[in-house]
């Protein structure tokens, strides 16, 4: 078959700043980071496919390398020795994977030695990489994490068989990718879930008394009361995604952002004036669960603590896209935050926001805080909204 070399295609790659802009991605080094997967101990899953490779190809050494801007972590491995197995890695001066990561695509070389690229790199010199076929690895989200590959010490032509055997061994490792990544999702929701439980009561207690002081009969409270719950129950719809296998369906629905924002902030109208305003946006059906955990979190917060808990209190929400990212601005003025708990920053609503807006959506998220106005400043990039 024809061999897959750098010089036939990822040599340009190598000789350009796309190599190492996709390296560099930073998404893929969101996810990478998210993933736990360049540190810790040993893996069943990986290891039990690295022995079935090396077994199943005939391959000295096999192994699962994960790829970041400096160094390539082995998360598995057969066959190593020497300083790549005490340091369980190696700088990418010694890395074919890093193409593999680079291009999305296998790699196949037959003899290292003669390529253009790769006949310099430490790896042939120090490790004896000379034949060499990888595999890239994704995560659930498509981004390449690093490669499956499998190492002889001599010349060696690979086969159509030889890759359709990697592949089918990644296919495995990455489906175990998957529900990793399943059972994260639904624990954090599922943690939110409890956390929100705990809440609720005193959140209804909350409203309850906000309606009262401004009710005139008891029809007119009983009605309000009824409308803030409905609205709250429509709220928490908004989470439940997660927690079921159906956000994962093709014909799953995401949401405009101002629709979501209104549904979301809609149970505490009349309580507090609120200006929401800013473009256009859609929200996949992935990102809109992430970004409803969020908001709903902070209007949690803002009811118990903020502006939402007081009469007279000002919330202002406002965003923009700037630069291929959605800024959101979340103000609230009308009450005095020098003691106030929801600055203080610790706690599992800080740590759902943290996954929420940094490790699921890849953003960031910057709080202020002034004696007179309690303020976030919400950045995320418009590829991962998509999903």
């Known amino acids: 078959m024809t061999e897959m070399r750098l010089g036939s295609g990822l040599h340009q790659q190598a000789e ?7 390296l560099s ?20 899953p990986h290891d039990r496919c690295v ?130 990544q399943t059972v994260s999702e639904r624990d954090v929701v599922l943690q939110e879930m409890n956390h929100r439980v705990r809440n609720l009561f005193s959140l209804i207690n909350g409203m309850v008394r906000m309606d ?6 008891v029809d007119e409270l009983a009605e309000s ?29 995401g949401a405009q952002i101002d629709g979501l924002l209104e549904k979301l902030l809609a149970p505490y109208s009349g309580t507090a004036r609120l200006d929401i305003s800013g473009p256009d946006v859609w929200i996949g059906p992935k990102a809109a669960v992430y ?30 896209v700037k630069n291929e990212r959605l800024e959101i601005d979340w103000t609230e003025t009308g009450q005095c935050w020098e003691d106030v708990t929801q600055t203080k920053g610790s706690g599992f609503g800080s740590q759902l926001l943290s996954i929420s807006v940094e490790s699921q959506l890849s953003g960031t998220i910057v709080t202020d805080v002034t004696p007179d106005t309690f303020s976030h400043h919400i950045s995320l990039p418009m590829e991962r909204l998509a999903r």
Not at 27 to 42: F, Y
Not at 227 to 249: C, F, G, Y
Request: hydrophobic letters at 40%; a negative charge; one cysteine or more.
């Open 16 to 22: 350009t700043s796309d190599h190492v802009l996709k």
């Open 25 to 44: 991605d930073p998404v893929r080094l969101d996810v990478l980071k998210a993933s736990g997967l360049m540190a810790g101990g040993p893996d069943k």
């Open 51 to 180: 022995r079935l490779a090396s077994r199943i190809l005939g391959a000295p050494v096999s192994l699962v390398s994960y790829v970041d801007t400096e160094r390539q972590h082995f998360k598995a491995h057969i066959g190593l020795e020497g300083k790549a197995l005490e340091d369980q890695g190696t700088p990418l001066t010694h890395s074919f994977c890093q193409y593999v990561v680079s291009s999305g695509k296998p790699l196949m070389i037959a003899d290292s030695r003669l390529d253009p690229v790769l006949s310099d790199n430490g790896a042939v010199h120090d490790l004896n990489v000379i034949a060499y076929l990888g595999v890239p690895i994704h995560a659930p989200g498509g981004e390449v994490l690093g490669s499956f590959c499998v190492i002889d010490g001599k010349p060696r032509d690979w086969t159509q068989d030889d890759l359709d055997a990697l592949n089918d061994l990644v296919a495995m490792l990455e489906t175990d990718l998957a529900l990793r």
């Open 212 to 217: 009262r002081r401004t009710a005139t009969s």
């Open 225 to 253: 009361i009824a409308k803030r719950l409905s609205a709250l129950n429509a709220a928490h719809s908004m989470i439940v995604p997660v927690v079921e296998a159906s956000d994962t369906k093709a014909d799953a629905e």
């Open 291 to 320: 970004l409803a955990l969020t908001v709903h979190e902070l209007a949690t917060n803002a009811a118990k603590y903020g502006a939402l808990s007081v009469e007279g209190g000002h919330l202002c929400v406002q965003w923009q």
